[in-house]
Structures are given as structure tokens and as C-alpha cells.
């Protein structure tokens, strides 16, 4: 039928290629396009002065410490997973001294300008460009993508290696080096990028020779053995990470058995996507594989892949959470395009003009979806509260009685939230910034372990002395800082209704000397 005719061959064939469309010919539109982008994100930058996530702090934190010679510290109350390879960016970092943490958002805002690119791409190269650009449009307008990209969150660049990895192989099947490269360094972010690179192995491996199967091989195990190296120098048990994880998903409540997946991966898309693009995927997917199977081929394996290492990491153990899918979902926003651009693949007919109205109308229902349910003041206020929380505290530990009062005890705030951020403003190490919701739970494991002992006999294992004496150590002196702001408790001073609500308030004898918007200090000398 001339109306499904591709208006360009399939890959490998040597069908001639007809005059391309408007719509064929918008590389130099999509380059001055993303260049606005470009220009836009630095203002962002500067107007939104947003600073690192919790995670990211600690890699900045352990950067610093690997700076100053000191001893890495991986096992501490809900520190987060390392990741050898931001760990090496926070060493880095610590050339540019206190910008260190801004330079950080920078380079995660940079990556995700890299990662627009990237889905630009994969989108042309499946279809056309305007495909592509509708594809980067989904991805911008998605905000929680943009927004971790805001807050520094280390799997936006982790995505960028992984499209670009998909864009290489596609233009050349079985590239093998570059790919593996890109997929090494995603292991060095996400143990996902593992089973990628196995996976990839298997793809290039068979037809290689021996000795690019050693390369391969050296490659696609680098990922894995330098996590497992970090782990052992650091604590002397090379599957720490793994070990560590999985008690920190329990702990948080974040695993969830093999059988609630299934139900759980599409609740967690339409989270990530919304719902008109979830559902555009699924038309697009059906589309895209009538049309030209062998253009779908690289989204799908994108799609796929990443459903596998998603419940692969479930099956582990390890937390179970909507943004561990963010990467297969960009295959979504591919698919979704093809379901609303891929009318450019046909010549003109009527099945190119019905295709074209009903993609008109997917538009106009997806930004009155949109726009019915988008609240743009709720982004404004958590990355301003971002830069104006980052003050306050600033502000609070460089108080010259605050500082005094660091040389009589430990910092403690009320959880395990505004741990990083104090560690890294205070220049303080290790040990001198603590939790006083770690602090009640230390106690109270005390309490229980005696209680048990002298009624019934039943062993319950006390704390360590030395964390005995250090969580005592809070009540006799030092500063507690106190978060204030109704906004900034949710945020910061909030993590389980099971807490003890004294966690919220300084210990006794403590006398304020700094309030500020969102905290107040308490010393105690």
C-alpha cells in the first residue's frame, strides 16, 4: 500500500532514498533548539541555586576524606550505598574547594543536556527527527527527570551512558570497546550497567577473536571488580555494597517480594511517564513494529533490558523503588513518539493523514492532562527551598557560638537527613555529626537488651560500647540543631511515624543562640 511506504529504506538496504520532508530535515531546528536548551539550563543554574541530595553529599564527603588521606567510612546509620565512580568525581571536586557542591549539580545538569542529546538521537535513528525531538520534548517535560538532574541525583548521568551506549551499538552492530566503556562506567554509578555488560558480552563475544574476547571480557567485568575493590579496602569485605544494601532496603521498607513486581513496574511508569504517554508507548510500540521491526529493535532492548535488571535488583534484595526504572522508561518516551512522529516514516497517502490527525489529537489530550494536573508553584518551591534551606543551615553552623559550642560534644540534628549537608558546611568528619533518631534507638537497644536479659533470660545483643558511649556523649554537650519550619520538617526532620517525637527537640540543659527560617541552633557547653 503507498500509504505505509517507509520514506526511507530499511538499515542495510540499497533501496533508493526519496527526496526528504520538512520533517526529515530537522537536525539544524534541533540544534538551535538545543542549544536554547543549553542557555536555559545555565540561567536555571544560577536562578535556582540548588545544592546535591543526601547520596551525593556523601560521595562529595568520602571525596574529601580520600583528599585529606582520612579513612573511608562506608557502614554508618542509613549512610547510602558508594559508588566508586562519583566517589572519584568527589575527589575531583575538591580542587574547586567550597564550590565543590555546586559544581556538582553543574556536572549533573550537564549530563542531562547529554542525555536530551542522546534520546534525540536513538529517536532519529529509530525513525526520523521528528520523532527524536518529539522523544528529547517528552523527556523534558517529564519534570521528575529534570528535576533530579536539579538536585544532583548520580542516575541521570548513569542514563546518559546507558542511551549513548544503545546509540553506538546501533550505528555500528557489535562495536564492542566504545560500548563497553560506556556500560563499564554505568557500573561504576548502578550495578544495573552489570547486567548490561554481561549481557552485551554475549552479544559481541561469540564473533570476536580471542583476543578482543579478552578485552571484552576485561571490560565488562571492570564495572563489577571495581566495586568489589573499593569494598574490600575500605571494610575488608568485597560484597559489602550488596550486604549493605539489602539490610538498607529492609530497613526502609523499600523491598518487595518477587510476586508484587508484576504490578508494580506499570504503576511505576505511568508514575514516571504519566499516563497518555504510557499509553501512546504501547500504540507506538505496536506502530514502530508493523511499520519497521528492525528500527524498534534498539528501544525495545532499552525497554527490556532494563525490566530485567530492574527485577534482577528486586530479586537481590535491594531497594525497589520508581526511580530504579527510569532508565527503561525513556524507552517508553521513544515509543510514545513514534506513536505521535512516527506518521514522518510514511509518503503522503491517507493513512499518513489519519495517522497525522489522531497524533494532533494524543497531543492536545497529553498537555490537557498536563496542564489539569501539573503544579508548577510545588517545583519552584522545593528547588528554591533547595538553596534557601542550604543557607540557613550555612548560616546556623557558621554562627561563631555554634562554633564554639563544636568543641564540646558532637553536632546532632533530628535524623539522618541533614547529616551530609552539616558535615560538609562544617568541614566536620566522621563521627562529629550524628542523628538523635540513631541516638534514641542506641539507647533503647540498651534499654531492651537489659530488660530482656533480667526478665526472661532471652539475649538481645547491646550496642557497642564505643556507640553506647558516643550516643550519651549528645546529652552532655555540643550543639543540636532543631528544624523549625513546618515545610522544612517534612523535608528534613521526618523519616517514619514511628520515630520518637523528642527526636524533634534538643536534648535538656541546651540554650538556643541561632534561629534562622528553617533552623535553630542549641548549645550546650
Given at each position: 500500500?503507498?500509504?505505509?511506504?517507509?520514506?526511507?529504506?530499511?538499515?542495510?538496504?540499497?533501496?533508493?532514498?526519496?527526496?526528504?520532508?520538512?520533517?526529515?530535515?530537522?537536525?539544524?531546528?534541533?540544534?538551535?533548539?538545543?542549544?536554547?536548551?543549553?542557555?536555559?539550563?545555565?540561567?536555571?543554574?544560577?536562578?535556582?541555586?540548588?545544592?546535591?541530595?543526601?547520596?551525593?553529599?556523601?560521595?562529595?564527603?568520602?571525596?574529601?576524606?580520600?583528599?585529606?588521606?582520612?579513612?573511608?567510612?562506608?557502614?554508618?546509620?542509613?549512610?547510602?550505598?558508594?559508588?566508586?565512580?562519583?566517589?572519584?568525581?568527589?575527589?575531583?571536586?575538591?580542587?574547586?574547594?567550597?564550590?565543590?557542591?555546586?559544581?556538582?549539580?553543574?556536572?549533573?545538569?550537564?549530563?542531562?543536556?547529554?542525555?536530551?542529546?542522546?534520546?534525540?538521537?536513538l529517536g532519529k535513528i529509530a525513525a526520523t527527527p521528528l520523532v527524536g525531538a518529539v522523544a528529547a520534548l517528552l523527556l523534558?517535560?517529564?519534570?521528575?527527570?529534570?528535576?533530579?538532574?536539579?538536585?544532583?541525583?548520580?542516575?541521570?548521568?548513569?542514563?546518559?551512558?546507558?542511551?549513548?551506549?544503545?546509540?553506538?551499538e546501533w550505528q555500528r552492530p557489535r562495536r564492542g570497546v566504545s560500548v563497553l566503556v560506556l556500560l563499564s562506567l554505568a557500573g561504576m554509578l548502578r550495578p544495573e550497567a552489570w547486567f548490561l555488560a554481561a549481557m552485551y558480552w554475549c552479544w559481541v563475544v561469540w564473533k570476536a577473536t580471542w583476543r578482543q574476547r579478552a578485552v571484552y571480557?576485561?571490560?565488562?567485568?571492570?564495572?563489577?571488580?571495581?566495586?568489589?575493590?573499593?569494598?574490600?579496602?575500605?571494610?575488608?569485605?568485597?560484597?559489602?555494597s550488596l550486604h549493605y544494601t539489602s539490610a538498607s532496603a529492609e530497613d526502609l521498607g523499600r523491598q518487595r517480594p518477587l510476586s508484587e513486581l508484576p504490578a508494580a513496574i506499570p504503576t511505576f511508569f505511568q508514575n514516571l511517564v504519566k499516563l497518555p504517554v504510557f499509553v501512546a508507548a504501547g500504540v507506538g510500540l505496536v506502530l514502530g513494529v508493523v511499520i519497521s521491526p528492525r528500527r524498534m529493535v534498539m528501544p525495545i532492548v532499552v525497554l527490556a533490558s532494563g525490566l530485567v535488571t530492574f527485577i534482577a535488583m528486586?530479586?537481590?534484595?535491594?531497594?525497589?523503588?520508581?526511580?530504579?526504572?527510569?532508565?527503561?522508561?525513556?524507552?517508553l518516551m521513544v515509543l510514545a513518539a513514534v506513536a505521535i512522529g512516527g506518521w514522518t516514516m510514511l509518503l503522503p497517502g491517507w493513512v499518513r493523514n489519519v495517522w497525522m490527525v489522531g497524533a494532533i489529537a494524543i497531543v492536545i489530550f497529553g498537555v490537557v492532562f498536563t496542564a489539569t494536573r501539573l503544579n508548577l508553584a510545588r517545583f519552584d518551591n522545593e528547588l528554591r527551598f533547595r538553596g534557601q534551606a542550604h543557607e540557613d543551615l550555612s548560616e546556623v553552623l557558621r554562627d561563631p557560638r555554634v562554633k564554639a559550642g563544636l568543641a564540646c560534644g558532637p553536632l546532632?540534628?533530628?535524623?539522618?537527613?541533614?547529616?551530609?549537608?552539616?558535615?560538609?558546611?562544617?568541614?566536620?568528619?566522621?563521627?562529629?555529626?550524628?542523628?538523635?533518631?540513631?541516638?534514641?534507638?542506641?539507647?533503647?537497644?540498651?534499654?531492651?537488651?537489659?530488660?530482656?536479659?533480667?526478665?526472661?533470660?532471652?539475649?538481645?545483643?547491646?550496642?557497642?560500647?564505643?556507640?553506647?558511649?558516643?550516643?550519651r556523649s549528645t546529652h552532655d554537650g555540643g550543639v543540636a540543631?532543631?528544624?523549625?519550619?513546618?515545610?522544612?520538617?517534612?523535608?528534613?526532620?521526618?523519616?517514619?511515624?514511628?520515630?520518637?517525637?523528642?527526636?524533634?527537640?534538643?536534648?535538656?540543659?541546651?540554650?538556643r543562640v541561632k534561629t534562622t527560617r528553617f533552623y535553630a541552633a542549641y548549645v550546650r557547653c
Open positions: 500500500m503507498e500509504g505505509t511506504t517507509l520514506t526511507r529504506p530499511e538499515p542495510g538496504t540499497d533501496s533508493a532514498r526519496p527526496q526528504p520532508s520538512l520533517w526529515e530535515r530537522g537536525d539544524r531546528a534541533a540544534k538551535i533548539a538545543f542549544a536554547l536548551l543549553c542557555v536555559a539550563t545555565a540561567i536555571g543554574f544560577f536562578v535556582f541555586p540548588t545544592y546535591p541530595v543526601y547520596d551525593s553529599y556523601y560521595s562529595l564527603l568520602w571525596g574529601r576524606d580520600l583528599w585529606h588521606l582520612d579513612g573511608l567510612v562506608f557502614d554508618g546509620f542509613r549512610y547510602p550505598t558508594e559508588h566508586p565512580l562519583t566517589i572519584a568525581a568527589g575527589f575531583i571536586l575538591q580542587f574547586f574547594g567550597g564550590w565543590a557542591d555546586r559544581l556538582w549539580v553543574g556536572l549533573i545538569l550537564a549530563s542531562f543536556l547529554v542525555l536530551v542529546a542522546g534520546l534525540y538521537r523534558i517535560t517529564r519534570f521528575d527527570y529534570p528535576f533530579l538532574a536539579a538536585r544532583g541525583y548520580l542516575d541521570i548521568p548513569y542514563m546518559a551512558l546507558v542511551v549513548w551506549a544503545a546509540i553506538f571480557t576485561a571490560l565488562a567485568a571492570s564495572g563489577p571488580l571495581v566495586w568489589f575493590a573499593v569494598d574490600f579496602l575500605v571494610t575488608g569485605d568485597p560484597l559489602f528486586g530479586v537481590a534484595g535491594a531497594s525497589v523503588i520508581e526511580r530504579y526504572l527510569a532508565a527503561p522508561a525513556l524507552a546532632t540534628g533530628p535524623n539522618h537527613k541533614i547529616v551530609p549537608d552539616a558535615r560538609w558546611i562544617a568541614g566536620l568528619g566522621d563521627g562529629r555529626v550524628l542523628a538523635r533518631e540513631w541516638v534514641d534507638r542506641i539507647e533503647r537497644q540498651a534499654r531492651d537488651a537489659a530488660a530482656a536479659k533480667s526478665k526472661n533470660g532471652k539475649v538481645i545483643k547491646p550496642p557497642s560500647a564505643e556507640d553506647l558511649a558516643l550516643a540543631i532543631v528544624v523549625t519550619s513546618r515545610f522544612a520538617i517534612f523535608k528534613h526532620a521526618w523519616s517514619d511515624s514511628a520515630d520518637n517525637p523528642l527526636i524533634q527537640v534538643p536534648p535538656p540543659g541546651f540554650q
